[in-house]
């Protein structure tokens, strides 16, 4: 059978009932849907996800094997976050960095921190949509939830595609994808909560 045509891998399945705890918890962190907020609200969210993304990008970067998975330089989000600071009037050189992020250890663990990074794209078109009618746009600080614009989804599935292919050809790795992904979740929610609080 035609790898495109199977149903969803999985992993994914596995990922997201393992992680559906945390996952509730980091998305109740965040006023992103309230009618009310404000730009200056918006804008301490934004540099929060900044200083997530910036300790935790390098770390990615160093890992072996993602490139050859198709997941590549062209999905980090960091230059989308630095972009929309600078068109809400925030510096990112000034703005602190999480100190606590996931251990990326190897390459499942890697592929777990993606999940959770690459969902939140994926669920970013529903805010991108109503941060637009709050006049918010990709062009005046939404970039980083706009993600891929119209290739968003397609994205997705080549996301779902390759750790869906890695874990079935390393069924072992599945332990460490969903600790990575339940560490990222946690670690974001607690950073973000410090982060909304200090603001």
Known sequence: MNTALRTRPAILDLLREQTRAAHERAEETLPLMDPALGLARYREIVAAFWGFHAALEPRLRAVDGLDALGLDAGRRKLPLLETDLRALGADPAR??????????????????????????????????RHLASQGIGPDTGGAFFAGYGDATGEM?????????????????????MVRAADETFTLLERWLARAMETA
């Open 95 to 128: 703005l602190p960095v999480a100190d606590e992020v996931p251990r990326v250890d190897g390459l499942p663990a890697a592929l777990g921190v993606m999940y959770v990074l690459e969902g939140a794209t994926l669920g970013g078109r529903v805010i991108s």
């Open 156 to 176: 997705w599935k080549a996301f779902a595609a390759a750790i869906g292919g890695y874990a079935e050809a390393h069924p072992e790795s599945a332990g460490a």
